[in-house]
């Protein structure tokens, strides 16, 4: 007589061959992000001393084939331990991740309204700023527009203007947060 999976439910036949793949990819994934860390990062991060070794290793290696192979060694050696001992690891990289989405994304919106501020509207969007800002040095923050607007019709003129309103900008913004 064949057996089945239903003949028993009551027997915990583990994870299937599929869910270990996918365990095995994902500890190879958070292996690869490891070993791109920058070492201040890294140092912080409560990781198990051979691990920290491993990780090392795999750094060395320059040769892309080797570096794949050791990488995956990497995983096997991190797949040993307990997978709680890389819960806090797994935290601190996706607070990392969703920090950095947040950093660019208001970078993003810093670079845009330096456009609207430079652009043909660009009155508009000052008198805006200025109505949310209202502690703004007006005269400062106009001639760096004027500037700016110089230095981009001008092509081989730096972009020191350019720069200085997108720093004012920026700390426009740090002071109302």
Do not use: W
């Amino acid at each position: 007589m064949n057996r089945n999976y239903t003949d028993d439910p009551e027997h915990d036949y583990g994870p299937t061959r599929t869910q270990q793949r996918r365990d095995a990819l994902a500890v190879l994934e958070l292996a690869g992000q490891l070993v791109e860390l920058p070492p201040a990062k890294l140092a912080k991060l409560a990781l198990p001393d051979d691990v920290r070794d491993e990780i090392a290793n795999v750094r060395r290696i320059s040769s892309h084939i080797a570096r794949k192979r050791q990488l995956a060694f990497l995983a096997k050696l991190m797949r040993r331990h307990d997978s709680t001992a890389f819960d806090g690891v797994r935290a601190a990289l996706g607070e990392n991740r969703d920090r950095q989405r947040q950093e660019t994304a208001a970078m993003h919106r810093l670079e845009a309204l330096r456009e609207r501020l430079l652009g043909e509207d660009g009155d508009t969007a000052v008198s805006d700023l200025i109505a949310q800002h209202p502690g703004v040095d007006r005269q400062h923050l106009r001639a760096l527009i004027r500037q700016a607007r110089v230095e981009k019709a001008a092509p081989n003129k730096p972009p020191r203007a350019y720069r200085e309103l997108f720093q004012l900008l920026k700390s426009l913004q740090d002071d109302e947060a």
